[in-house]
């Protein structure tokens, strides 16, 4: 079982003939999720992949047309925030925005939109979601796990990647895996999928990525110590970054005295979890 998707989520995405949204869309249909529909504005009433999914000019009529709960963008930055909007608007309940590159005062306007309809948002600038032998929406390679009991929440999409494999390595696999994202303005947070994790009866044990900057981690160590009665381990990336010095994401950076490696670290050990040194770890650190 999972959270969030799995093989009942009827997915359209966004970008659909694009060379990003052609691929993945290829990966995702291996991988077995249910994609329904496309949309590219002025190309409706095509077929891509040989003819198994219909293309729409907008997503209302996807929706209409095939039943699409969920979204996943694969839209150039300049347009995914109205891509964002379209989808909210078409009355679909998840929307998955892989794009990266989406400039933060366009995030802050969406969020706020967003924030007034029962609409979640995972991303943007995120690898998507995961539920093992069930579905994936994003971008996250297909032969990387296995399913099992342990819930996933990660800022950063290759160390997703890297701790994914590490668990399947170890015979260790995963309920549903969750990239946030690493942008300032996101859609959903680590409180959120900590939340949804603790109430989910098929995940026993949870992993959390993070990485310096902000205080998105610190918070969640507050939920962590007053909210969940299941174990959780995690990893700061960065933990020698310099201050004042990006770090991959455009969240990734340590100013104002706030968002070092060890202010999240230590919060985190506060709360009872055990933070590991390395990714490869995280395996040994779960029951």
Known sequence: MSILVNKQTRLVVQGITGNEGLFHTTQMVAYGTNV???VTPGKGGEW???GKIPVFDTVRSAVETTGANTSVIFVPARFAPDAILEAADAGVSLIVCITEGIPVQDMMRVRSYLDQKKVRLVGPNCPGILTPGEAKVGIIPNNISIPGNIGIVSRSGTLTYEVLYALKMAGK???TCVGIGGDPINGTNFVDVLDMFEADPHTDQVVMIGEIGGTDE???A????RNMTKPVV???AGQSAPPGKRMGHAGAIIEGG???ARDKVLALEKSGVRVANHPEEIPGFLG
Do not use: H
């Open 173 to 175: 696999g995963a309920s």
């Open 36 to 38: 329904v529909a496309g």
């Open 218 to 220: 610190e918070k969640a």
């Open 258 to 260: 706030t968002g070092t």
């Open 222 to 225: 507050e939920f962590i110590a």
């Open 234 to 236: 995690a990893f700061i």
């Open 48 to 50: 891509v992949l040989e």
